[in-house]
């Protein structure tokens, strides 16, 4: 079958399973574009590349296939940048297709021409530049293959217009993926194992740490199992939130910079860390060298190069997660370790009860406030699509999620913007849920453009701002770490109201915690996107705190004045 | 320490591109890397050196085999090997030092390639203690130029590693929203 350039690009894409695309046409990628036309794939126009990048990623993250973006050569393909490197620092799989000038114009400075392949190298897991038609065929292959195996990331392909435009024969079959240097599936020695299985059934400590490859690789049921046979709490990195349910009894709640007291206390005190598809980064360890003194290892994970990177492990268990854990249950004992979790309860204490639907309304809105109504009148069953900075952090907090991919954020690159456009991808692919974007004032003002793309393709993602008036992460630091000297932190935004409204949208502001109900209640029951402008608390900190570098122990927490002490949040009490 | 790396690439553009930058990204010295063809069509061969402590070598050599172009990578640093380096060294001399440098050049098993009035040119062939050797003591004559190519290795003894494993198909991770 003789095809153009551009026709096998789709091909390929229908045949990867393909619904939907992010993108934005430009010169450089027009003859895909045309040939678009003819193909059952929705194209969804973004306002900005940046917005198709992180549709992609959040399309990936809600269904763990592979999302797709599109942008023409130059600043088409360099707006993709922060996206491609928010999808890489989270492992998430996603497919770039950029236009490139014509082959005889690369390297001549020809008009809107970017070396986009030397741009996207370090933040890509591979990338292409193809310059001929017949080699389209095997590189989209090869992408889909790379971006969703192993642990999975973003791969570009960048494609020169005359290969889009050239004809050639396509042959599906002939154009299998040819990698020889790349194995994707490792898996661990039988040695290893019974390290692994020694370790745990004398454990007296132990703690499960569950990080994002608990999604990736769906091991979230026999991570239960696993943790209910051998009595295990289990702790949870950002990206992990979901990987275990936040209502099961063994559920200790977030760990890290912002994670509970007591779960830091228990990571500190552990006598065993079972690290399970994460990567203990610096947000989740604080100093190193104080880190979990008394505990041994193991690291289950499949990226070998995350092995004794940060944390020394005393056993490496490489590969997918599932498979390593569905090889590690029939050995595990069941284990009473009633004494251990009696020591954590005790320390959790009451503050476990998080209770703050009680508070008595002292005229003030506070963050956690809104976003404990919200989980509260979505019944916890919401996708929540959270921000960067105290969003973030009050979002992982006060929502309490019981499913796997109902938590996204940018958690490694901390993609300020990111939540937006990544509800949209989100939303495509979900579309029976709920989704709620929690942004805060910042944030929300760097992609506030893909309102318009909500609007376009008439779909429902409701939006929670936090609006603060500050760069209220930054103002935190410089509160607790620059003597509240506020250096460019207050903010001035524009009428979110209004704003939402010129793009069609409901909005509703809210100032009093009595309001909250009715506003949520009534963006949920709407039929469109419904914008939420909630006033908060404009200082307002996120707590407990471990300074950046600081032991894990060593957390800020809540100021008892705080009026978040009476929520029983606070574990200073006790 | 300096430890020593062989790696087998596919022989595609932007290969080299990708070990480097690799080496900058995440802050590893290089000291010494060669590239050059092997006996099989579209397989490079690459010899590393690299300034590291053993963890970073671990470190280096896991991000290496990360790279989708490179097909394996050999830590031979405690390995018996041979490892060779070349030079070309443009030296001053006149019609009154020339048999000087050339009994040097004589006692070090190197080669004089080119002949001119007021300079010699000495190729030599070894190792790199060898060769620092040579030019300490041609150095005082007046050095007019020098290239060196680089280290490259191969361990001893007729035992080789594989360059081709076989493809792993992935699992496709599932829909998982149960």
């Known amino acids: ?574 | 320490m300096q430890y020593m790396l062989v790696a087998y690439v596919e022989d595609k553009p932007g290969v080299l591109n990708r070990v480097s930058s690799l080496f900058r990204r995440r802050a590893f010295n290089i000291e010494s890397l060669t590239v050059g063809h092997t006996d099989q069509p579209g397989v490079s061969r690459m010899t590393i050196v690299v300034d590291a402590d053993e963890m970073e070598i671990r470190r280096i050599e896991a991000n290496l085999y990360k790279l989708v172009n490179v097909l394996r990578v050999e830590n031979v640093s405690s390995t018996p090997a041979v490892t060779r380096d070349l030079a070309l060294i443009k030296v001053a001399a006149d019609i009154n030092t020339r048999a000087q440098v050339m009994q040097l050049v004589d006692v070090f098993r190197a080669r004089i390639v080119d002949v001119a009035n007021e300079s010699l040119m000495v190729e030599i062939t070894g190792t790199e203690d060898k060769i620092e050797g040579l030019i300490e003591v041609l150095r005082p004559l007046g050095i007019i130029e020098m290239v060196r190519t680089g280290i490259v290795a191969m361990t001893r003894g007729s035992t080789t590693v594989t360059v081709n494993p076989p493809l792993v198909p992935a699992r496709v991770p599932e829909m998982t929203t149960a």
């Open chain 1, 1 to 574: 079958m003789q095809l153009t350039g551009a026709q096998i690009v789709w091909e390929c894409l229908v045949r990867q399973g393909v619904e939907t695309v992010f993108g934005y046409p430009g010169g450089a990628n027009l003859p895909i574009y045309d040939a678009m036309l003819d193909y059952p794939v929705h194209h969804v126009l973004v306002r900005h590349e940046q917005g198709a990048a992180h549709a992609a990623d959040g399309y990936a993250r809600a269904s763990g296939k592979v999302g797709v973006a599109l942008a023409t050569s130059g600043p088409g393909a360099t707006n993709l940048v922060t996206g491609i490197a928010t999808a890489y620092m989270d492992s998430s799989p996603i497919v770039c297709i950029t236009g490139q000038v014509a082959s005889r114009f690369i390297g001549y400075d020809a008009f809107q021409e970017a070396d986009v392949t030397g741009v996207t190298l370090p933040i890509t897991k591979h990338n292409y530049l193809v310059t001929r038609s017949q080699d389209i065929a095997r590189t989209v292959r090869e992408a889909f293959y790379i971006a969703r195996s192993g642990r999975p990331g973003p791969v570009l392909v960048d494609i020169s217009k005359d290969a889009q435009q050239a004809s050639c024969e396509f042959d599906w079959d002939a154009a299998a993926p040819r990698l020889p240097g790349y194995r994707p599936d490792l898996s661990a020695l039988p040695s290893e194992y019974q390290k692994a299985i020694d370790l745990i059934n004398s454990a007296k400590r132990p703690v499960i740490l569950a990080g994002h490859g608990v999604m990736v690789s769906g091991a979230m049921n026999v991570l239960q199992e696993l943790a209910e046979r051998a009595t295990i709490p289990v702790a949870m990195t950002l990206l992990g939130i979901g990987g275990f349910p936040a209502s099961h009894p063994l559920n200790l709640g977030m760990m890290g910079m912002h994670g509970e007291a007591w779960v830091n206390h228990a990571i500190q005190e552990a006598d065993l860390l079972l690290a399970f598809g994460m990567r203990f980064d610096d947000r989740v360890t604080g100093n190193l060298k104080s880190y979990a003194p008394n505990a041994k290892k193991i690291h289950v994970e499949i990226d070998p190069s995350e092995i004794n990177k940060n944390v020394k492990a005393d056993v490496a268990l490489v590969g997918d997660l599932r498979d390593v854990l569905v090889t590690l249950l029939p050995s595990v004992e069941g284990g009473d370790r009633a004494e251990w979790l009696d020591h954590i309860n005790e320390m959790k204490g009451d503050a476990a009860v998080r209770d703050i639907q009680n508070l008595p309304d002292d005229g003030h809105l506070y963050a956690a406030h809104v976003i404990n109504d919200l989980w509260r009148l979505t019944g916890g069953e919401a996708i929540v699509v959270s921000d960067v900075g105290q969003n973030q952090m009050w979002a992982a907090q006060y929502y309490r999620h019981n499913r796997p991919r109902s938590h996204i954020t940018s958690g490694g690159l901390g993609t300020m913007g990111f939540a937006l456009p990544a509800a949209i991808g989100v939303k495509f692919a979900r579309p029976d849920e709920e989704v709620w974007v929690i942004a805060g004032d910042g944030g929300f003002q760097m992609t506030l453009c893909e309102l318009a793309t909500l609007a376009q393709e008439n779909i429902k993602v409701n939006v929670a701002i936090i609006n603060n008036g500050f760069l209220g992460m930054v103002r935190q630091w410089q509160e607790f770490f620059y003597e509240r000297r506020y250096a460019a932190t207050p903010l001035l935004s524009p009428d979110f109201c209004k704003l939402a409204e010129a793009y069609s949208h409901t909005a509703v502001r809210v100032t009093q915690r009595s309001q909250v109900r009715d506003a949520v209640e009534q963006a949920r029951a709407e039929l469109g996107t419904v914008v939420l402008d909630f006033r908060v608390e404009q200082e307002d900190s996120v707590f407990p705190m471990v300074p950046a570098g600081a032991d894990l122990h060593a957390m800020i927490r809540r100021p008892t004045s705080s009026v978040l002490v009476e929520t029983g949040a606070d574990v200073g009490k006790r």
